[in-house]
């Protein structure tokens, strides 16, 4: 239960009235240490709440809201809540703020009750006397069901997509689906456990269809023209890109999703000139994920930052021979090359024989479209829609730059202790490690590298026990290393770290000390913050000194 309000008064401060939540959250930040005079209207809301909810027998006045109204000298005053009958307070609070003009504000949903019943943002509705206080935690499958189903129909509606009833299966789906002509595009969101959600959108063309069924495979693996999983935009910082919906909350930023990325991604993808371009056009190729995947991109190429192409994230490559073919695609033969070349090293038989039926069935299938030159195909492609293009990355997000330098080495010591100790233990350690930093550079896009201030290499003698600890450039992202150390003791080798977590925790990065207290076994510390290197060393000294 939700224990306190802030309460603003803006007839005294030369502000609007909020119109989102973000504003809500500034309004917050700035009140709440603006100073001010006694507030009568706080006052008279005291007055009026202590008439429903008396100060409790044995507490004096003093103690009582009237006294600590009178006492707020700040823009913003906040509201604790008593600690029983706390939903029935909640509303009347809610109540009372409104009939004197106040907004009330409960920054752990992040909701707004205006004046004049109004409720920010307006699918929290606004609470009626004796219900429960807006309840943001969506619990199990029904809960999840009843608020995305009818939000994701009345946000697709007008571009034609409409809700299907709902099929009996093992996974309870909301599937939406739009029909153009030999076009028909499906949204299917499948409900998992811990209210995680697998989106994935299809576009079925009729003309790819035909191909697949003269190659004679089984309809069952007939693929669908294009076939995304949505995790593609799921928002980060961490690289296990998903959605969920868990908390109410969660909702808008889904719904954004749908307005900015899937809607523009369907309309492109009405037909086949908009699926070709998608598919195999660099214009598509722009299409990006727009957080660091470090962890699933170890084979990333030189000049790239680690982030990939919706036409790598497709489900189906053959698709993109169909489609190139059909639309007439100058560059046909350079596609069907590429896949060629990539069906030849998978490893079922199977799959390489149905490659082989559908190159035959394509040699007999003549393009539906026809273009006079290379030009007039390229002319007559639709500009990608600005917000599939947009970037809007997370600072939290781990660097290519810093991970992959830090994890390299990491990895270089889990194995070979004693060699990671001649190799940066000596005169050359620090010239070593420099060389490493800047040997990754020059593999990145001149944005992505890390400059390399910071960077440390030295050797500290302590009762008992050596320390080779590297200390690396400032960290900002998850999962990215602030110091390395191997602790020496006669033979023996133990590692510690210190760290962000490779996920947030309630929307914070942690910071983690990973260490090896005892051999063959990993012990994980949470840190208020990240030690300086002094506060480090005496962790260290603590630990096996």
Known sequence: ?????????????????????????????????????????????????????????????????????????????????????????????????????????????????LPGGRVIPAEFGQPDPGESPPNDMLSGEDEVMAVLAPALAEAMASHGFALQPEAPTPVRTITLTRTLGPVRQQLVVQLMRYERLDLVFSVHHEACTAVHAAAQTHPRFWPDALRLNLAFFAPGPDASHHWGLDHRSRLPGLLAMVRDKLLPLAELSRDLAGLDQLLNDNSGAAIRTPYKTCYSWQGRPQGSDGSCTLQERLLEPSARLVVAQLNGNPAAPRVAEQLDAHYAHVPQASDREAWSRLRGALASSPPLAHW???????????????????????????????????????????????QFWSRFAGDDGPAELQRMWLEKAATLPAAERVEPGGLACRVIQMAGIEVLMLEFPAILGLDECAVLALVRTGDEYRQCRMVHHHALEDGEIQVVMAFQAEKNAITQRRLPHLLSPHAFLDFVRETWA
């Not at 008396?54 to 005053?77: F, N, T, Y």
Request: contains cysteine.
């Open 1 to 113: 239960m939700h224990s306190s309000l802030y309460l603003f008064d803006l007839s005294r401060h030369a502000v609007p009235l909020p119109t989102s939540a973000k504003d809500l959250e500034a309004l917050q930040q700035v009140l709440q240490d603006k100073p001010d005079g006694k507030n009568l209207r706080f006052i008279e809301f005291a007055l009026r709440f202590e008439d429903k909810f008396p100060v409790p027998a044995g507490e004096g006045a003093s103690r009582g809201l009237l006294a600590r109204a009178s006492a707020v000298r700040r823009a913003a005053w906040q509201l604790d809540l008593p600690s029983t009958n706390t939903q029935r307070a909640y509303h009347v609070a809610v109540e009372i703020a409104g009939s004197l003009g106040l907004i009330a504000y409960d920054p752990e949903l992040g909701v707004g009750f």
């Open 372 to 418: 006079p030159s290379p030009e007039a195909y390229r002319a007559a492609q639709r500009p990608v829609p600005p917000s599939l293009l947009h970037q809007d990355i997370d600072p939290r997000g781990r660097r290519c730059h810093h991970w992959e330098v830090t994890t390299e080495l990491h990895q270089t010591l889990i194995k070979e202790p004693a």
